[in-house]
């Protein structure tokens, strides 16, 4: 591994240290905090909140879950859904290409012939792959940002594929947010039947991929 390689995973981690610092010693601010700050900001509240979700999607473990039901309660459901969709979608972009540039050199020296035939295998099946993994997610949506960015996948794909594929779970989760202070609505009880389904989606995907793979062999990563 070359001098520029170190340097670059050496940022990498410095960054990904100071986030999680970050995220354990500041914290997010409560509900009523956003509400108020973005109340107070008339008609750039929409652009405010997308700008928050964002930041809080480059953190490794963000809690954009919790922002997505927020986004819900806070801005309603059509336009919750709006700014929800495109702060993730820029949230994810951004770690993508901080992983790509700082990180992939230094994956690639470490693990050899290992990663590169993963990769290639990601790479020759990118949307389909990202698709999937945003559908059905297996590990948590920040954290699967800096996994692609590892790969090759292109950066068209990988983007096209996740502004699609988040889509449904996002809709489910705001109108969580949306409809959860009447519980007994059909549109709150549609959002859970669909979220219950969600996670045993999730839940079926995860099992059947752990039972696909021989011990030791390779697979694809995937969010969730």
Do not use: C
């Not at 309660?73 to 709006?82: C, D, E, I, T």
């Not at 929800?84 to 979608?89: C, N, S």
């Not at 794909?157 to 489910?172: D, E, M, Q």
């Not at 999730?202 to 990563?221: K, M, N």
Request: hydrophobic share 55%; glycine share 12%.
């Amino acid at each position: 591994m070359n001098r520029a390689t170190l340097v670059k995973a050496g940022v990498l981690l410095a960054l990904v240290a100071l986030a999680v610092g970050l995220q354990l010693s500041v914290g997010l601010p409560s509900q009523a905090e956003l509400r108020s700050t973005l109340d107070g900001l008339g008609a750039w509240a929409v652009p405010a909140f997308v700008a928050a979700y964002a930041a809080v999607s480059l953190l490794p473990a963000g809690p954009t879950a919790v922002m997505t039901v927020l986004g819900g309660l806070l801005l309603g459901f059509s336009a919750g859904l709006v700014a929800v969709l495109a702060a993730a979608v820029l949230g994810a972009v951004a770690a993508f290409f901080v992983s790509r540039l700082l990180g992939r050199d230094a994956v690639r020296s470490l693990t050899g012939q290992r990663f590169a035939s993963l990769d290639d295998r990601v790479r020759d099946n990118g949307f389909a792959t990202v698709l999937l993994a945003r559908l059905i997610p297996l590990v948590p949506f920040s954290t699967a940002n800096y996994a692609f960015g590892l790969t090759s996948v292109s950066t068209r794909s990988y983007a096209g594929a996740t502004a699609l594929g988040i889509v449904p779970g996002s809709a489910v989760y705001v109108a969580v947010g949306a409809f959860g202070t009447d519980p007994g609505s059909p549109p709150f009880l549609l959002a859970i039947v669909a979220l219950v389904l969600l996670t045993v989606l999730g839940v079926w995907r995860q099992r059947r991929t752990r039972g696909a793979a021989p011990s030791g062999a390779d697979h694809a990563p995937g969010p969730g």
